[in-house]
Nanobody
Framework: QVQLVESGGGLVQAGGSLRLSCAAS????????MGWFRQTPGKEREFVAA????????YYADSVKGRFSISRDNAKNMAYLQMNSLTPDDTAVYFC?????????????????WGQGTQVTVSS
């Protein structure tokens, strides 16, 4: 089992950047695929990005490709989401999640463990 805590959210102007962090506790962090999702009021949670166990493979939603970058540091039990060129459409609560699966998946159901979320607000 793994516990996840996100941090780094906040208010930023359009065009700005933020770096979200996800601190994981529990054993064998390196055995989990890590993902980031986001959700706005009245909408379903949306896949943003995911990274493989070793960090060698990453996958992004089309809406953030080229602007966001996911990474992890297994020695520190940390996952990150670097967000650049932010727009108001990126405003959401961002969640990190862990999947015990073998392949990167976008489906929310593939991720068994979730953080509490961190708010990102992008002003125009």
């Amino acid at each position: 089992q793994v516990q996840l805590v996100e941090s780094g959210g906040g208010l930023v102007q359009a065009g700005g950047s933020l770096r979200l962090s996800c601190a994981a506790s529990g054993r064998t962090f390196s055995s989990y695929i890590m993902g980031w999702f986001r959700q706005t009021p009245g909408k379903e949670r949306e896949f943003v990005a995911a990274i493989s166990w070793s960090g060698s493979r990453t996958y992004y939603a089309d809406s953030v490709k080229g602007r966001f970058s996911i990474s992890r540091d297994n020695a520190k039990n940390m996952a990150y989401l670097q967000m650049n060129s932010l727009t108001p459409d990126d405003t959401a609560v961002y969640f990190c999640a862990a999947s015990g699966g073998y392949n990167i998946r976008e489906a929310e159901a593939e991720y068994a463990y979730w953080g509490q979320g961190t708010q990102v607000t992008v002003s125009s």
